[in-house]
């Protein structure tokens, strides 16, 4: 269903979407990267480019954060490429729609199949954009193409006056429908983002009153890690999949094909 509301429920539209899908899954190796690919510069990473996800919003949401203000693209290319950011982002997607998304489904009673995301330009400058904007839009576009639907709502906090400048760039990165789901909000943005998030969900330095042990970028808090003690040694979001969560993985997506054909 996913793919035929990308394609505004055009079932050509959709079919065609879904098996260029399918053909970038191949050609991407999504279920290698899936089984094998390691990332274990993600420490690194992430003290540069933090991204985390922290609880629910009030429609059950995963809230998924990404803080660009800290982002040095010079220092960060050093420590990786853009190729394997590329490859830790689908891993990251693929544990979306695998564990996050069904777990917060099951904590919530209903279907869930989408996201909110907070975007924080909090400390970007200007003079840095382009090499932000080349990391942003190279994942929007996997995003786009190959997870349509996923985001519920996007609010991009922070934004300095000057955004405006360069929203029409960013805007044409993005798919209309996508464009819609976007809020921008300055840097009064509490009041916006407590009509959707709980308060007690909110990082304390996002205006909220949450302060997970070991702080809450670190702790991936959310219904996904409350009910996967049943895999030996594992606890939360797996980083791999094992032989049967593979299996059953597979036989979701053909489920899949043979809806939207």
Not at 87 to 113: D, F, M, N, W
Not at 180 to 207: A, C, H, R, T, V
Not at 213 to 232: A, H, L, T, V, Y
């Amino acid at each position: 269903m996913r793919f035929l509301r990308a394609r505004k429920m055009d079932i050509p539209k959709a079919v065609k979407m879904f098996s260029d899908y399918e053909q970038w899954r191949k050609e991407f190796d999504v279920e290698g990267i899936v089984r094998t690919f390691g990332f274990p510069e993600k420490a690194e990473v992430s003290r540069i480019y933090p991204r985390f996800y922290h609880k629910v919003d009030k429609h059950g949401r995963p809230v998924y954060f990404e803080i660009l203000g800290k982002v040095d693209a010079k220092e960060l290319f050093n420590i990786t490429t853009i190729d394997r950011l590329l490859q830790y982002h689908v891993r990251e997607y693929e544990k979306l729609t695998r564990y996050r998304l069904p777990a917060c489904t099951a904590k919530h009673g209903s279907h869930i199949e989408q996201c909110c995301t907070i975007l924080d330009l909090k400390g970007v400058r200007l003079a840095d954009f382009n090499s932000v904007r080349k990391i942003v839009q190279k994942v929007s576009q996997i995003a786009q193409d190959y997870y349509p639907e996923t985001l519920g709502h996007m609010f991009i906090i922070n934004a300095p006056t000057l955004f405006t400048t360069v929203w029409p760039i960013v805007k044409g990165m993005l798919d209309p429908n996508t464009v819609s789901k976007i809020s921008i909000l300055g840097s009064s943005y509490e009041k916006e983002l407590q009509k959707m998030i709980d308060i007690e969900n909110i990082p304390k330095q996002f205006g909220g009153s949450c302060s997970c042990k070991g702080g809450c970028e670190n702790g991936d808090s959310g219904p996904w890690n409350d009910d996967r003690r049943d895999i030996p040694g594992q606890v939360g979001v797996p980083e791999k999949l094992s032989k049967e969560e593979e299996a059953a993985s597979h036989s979701v997506e053909s489920s899949a094909a043979v809806t939207v054909t």
